[in-house]
């Protein structure tokens, strides 16, 4: 579905990926694991056409993305969970999902009552403003707003980072069932026991670089790769 050939990216001068390649298959979760400052999110952002690769190519169900406008590439199914949790502080809950929602072309999966169905917290807290909501609640929330664009193919940046264990207990049973919907996903994250649980295939990033690709069942067995670049 998803396919990175290769690709260097920039912010000005400094350059930050050199030559990552990765692949992403229907249906599958897949992470994309590496410590601070690894290149996670500059890889999002370059697949998201946020910060467009200077060389490579993206291609997102046989067909050339690079460099293609954001707004664009949700309306292709492409959703993006940013690393920043921003909401619309000033509009409630309701408002922050209406204001997203994009009709998918044929058998629509997501709109509000779905959301409140998976994310049943953001029901009961449907009037409330956003700027007021707790930080689980807003991750909750801006992962539902990309749903409400429909989107084939989620790009989740860090979705537990920060959150109590409990809270992160519970984005895992939501991020499996948004895989039982169909839902394909690239997972960026630091902490390698919440990939391991969500997705079996793996990537490891490290200064710009992909250092390893493999099952990741393999990754909890290989304690020096883990050590070099995850260090845990
Ligand atoms: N806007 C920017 N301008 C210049 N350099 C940047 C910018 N954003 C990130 N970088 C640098 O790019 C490198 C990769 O950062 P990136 O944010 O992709 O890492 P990350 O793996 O997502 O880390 P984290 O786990 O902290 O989110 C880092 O060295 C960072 O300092
Ligand atoms: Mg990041």
Not at 86 to 99: K, S
């Amino acid at each position: 579905m998803l396919k990175v050939d290769d690709i260097h990216t920039y912010y000005g001068l400094s350059h930050i990926l050199f030559g990552v390649s990765l692949d992403v298959s229907e249906g599958e979760i897949v992470c994309l694991l590496g410590r601070n400052g690894a290149g996670k999110s500059t890889t999002m952002r370059s697949i998201m056409g946020l910060t467009p690769p200077r060389k490579g190519t993206i291609k997102f169900k046989g067909e050339i993305i690079t460099g293609k406008k954001p707004y664009l590439l949700v309306r292709q199914g492409i959703g993006y969970v940013p690393d920043d949790r921003r909401v619309f502080a000033d509009l409630n809950v309701g408002e922050n999902l209406e204001i997203s929602e994009r009709k998918a072309k044929e058998g629509e999966v997501w709109n509000k009552e779905a959301i409140y169905d998976l994310f049943q917290p953001l029901k009961d807290i449907d009037s409330r403003k956003a700027g007021f909501l707790s930080g689980g609640e807003q991750q909750m929330l801006t992962i539902a707003r990309a749903l409400m664009t429909n989107p084939e193919f989620l790009l989740l940046d860090e979705p537990a980072e920060g959150l109590a264990p409990l809270l992160v207990k519970i984005l895992e049973e939501q991020i499996n069932k948004l895989r039982d919907k169909g839902l394909t996903v690239l997972l960026a994250e630091q902490n390698l026991r919440f990939a391991l649980k969500l997705s079996n295939r793996g990537y490891i990033i490290d200064n710009g670089v992909i250092r390893y690709h493999g099952n990741i069942e393999d990754l909890r067995e290989n304690e020096e790769v883990r050590k070099k670049y995850l260090l845990v």
